[in-house]
């Protein structure tokens, strides 16, 4: 009988009972793969805030915690910081993967390109790091900038930020009922050729629908939240969080506050796991995982898993709530793996 039975069966609460499901959580994160599919921590880098290899007590996240927890892998995000036009997109996608090979390099630190290169992390008891862009603005209108991106490592796409950019209407244009435009559908397309997985977070829900009409791969929303749990323009409807789980495809949980307490106001683990639940509801079991948004926003995470090196304290209430270890193995690593799997190989 899986562990978590046991607890629900006996319903019991006591601080013994709570040394056990902590032990628990630990073991679950040393013996399955753990991935958290999108972290803004690049940013920082290249801007010389602090340094990834080692511990700060600024931030959410850096190669120190993320061995705390056990992570295997992390998708780092390139953001396009900023935000004047014309964007310069190409020069800072070429700034963040200059960055990021530096960091790849590191002792301790292997540069994903393949789900192979996770396993081998694992087993080497290394952090895998993986590149995405944050916007498809830093394409600049170019396919062929798509393919340079990939031949450098880039393994994810986020179609749009929250504007509007060539490819098609952010989540802030959704009322203009703007999808994507026959640029953004193209690259949908070249992107599952490519092997690079396509990230609709940030895109209008038009968009969204257009991306499931177009897509010839799994795709994957890597840092939401649930709408039925806070209308957000950045969370999806249960229509959403549903055609992603016929599709193969995968939902990122969010632990970003503004997208579950719609404020500033520090939001809670509790409230994370309310939102995961819902969308394993609604999605399928097989279809949720982590994209915690860490170091995309300020304050410190929810409480009390304020930074990635606490993160087995969201597996602890999991297990609290009756999840079981399969159920929580999958939602640490193993959905998100077998969707890289079908996309990058």
């Given at each position: 009988m899986d562990i978590a039975s046991i607890f629900k069966k006996k319903g019991e609460n006591g601080p013994a009972m709570e040394e056990i499901r902590m032990e628990r959580a630990e073991e679950l994160h040393s013996e399955n793969l753990v991935i958290d599919g999108h972290q803004g921590t690049l940013l920082d880098v290249i801007k010389g805030v602090r340094k990834f290899g080692e511990e700060s007590s600024m931030g959410h996240s850096d190669l120190p915690r993320l061995r705390q927890a056990g992570v295997d892998c992390v998708i780092l995000s390139a953001f396009p910081h900023e935000r004047?036009?014309?964007?310069?997109?190409?020069?800072?996608?070429?700034?963040y993967i200059d960055a990021f090979l530096g960091l790849a390099s590191a002792p301790g630190v292997r540069h994903v390109f393949h789900t192979s290169d996770i396993e081998d992390a694992q087993e080497a008891d290394e952090a895998g790091i993986?590149?995405?862009?944050?916007?498809?603005?830093?394409?600049e209108g170019s396919l062929e900038t798509l393919r340079m991106y990939h031949k450098l490592g880039v393994r994810m796409l986020t179609l749009t930020w929250?504007?509007?950019?060539?490819?098609?209407?952010?989540?802030?244009?959704?009322?203009?009922?703007?999808?994507?435009?026959?640029?953004?559908?193209?690259?949908?397309?070249?992107?599952?050729?490519l092997g690079m997985v396509v990230d609709v977070s940030h895109l209008s829900e038009a968009g969204f629908w257009d991306v499931l009409d177009v897509a010839q791969a799994p795709f994957v929303a890597s840092h939401v939240n649930c709408h039925v749990l806070l209308p957000h323009p950045r969370n999806l409807t249960d229509a959403q969080l549903k055609a992603i789980g016929e599709a193969g495809g995968l939902v990122g949980i969010s632990f970003n506050h503004e997208y579950i307490t719609g404020t500033d106001e520090?939001?809670?683990?509790?409230?994370?796991?309310?939102?995961?639940?819902?969308?394993?509801?609604?999605?399928?079991?097989?279809?949720v995982g982590l994209g915690t948004d860490f170091d995309s926003f300020g304050e410190p995470g929810p409480e009390p898993v304020t930074h990635i090196g606490k993160l087995p304290l969201l597996t602890f209430e999991l297990l609290k709530r009756g999840i079981s270890g399969q159920q929580i193995a999958g939602i640490l690593g193993r959905n998100w793996m077998r969707v890289l799997r079908a996309v990058i190989g």
């Open positions: 004047l036009y014309p964007i310069r997109g190409v020069r800072q996608a070429l700034d993986m590149l995405s862009l944050g916007d498809g603005a830093m394409l929250n504007d509007r950019n060539l490819l098609g209407d952010g989540a802030a244009f959704s009322a203009s009922r703007g999808g994507l435009t026959p640029f953004g559908i193209r690259v949908v397309e070249e992107a599952a050729k520090q939001a809670t683990i509790s409230q994370v796991a309310d939102h995961i639940i819902h969308a394993m509801e609604v999605a399928g079991e097989d279809n």
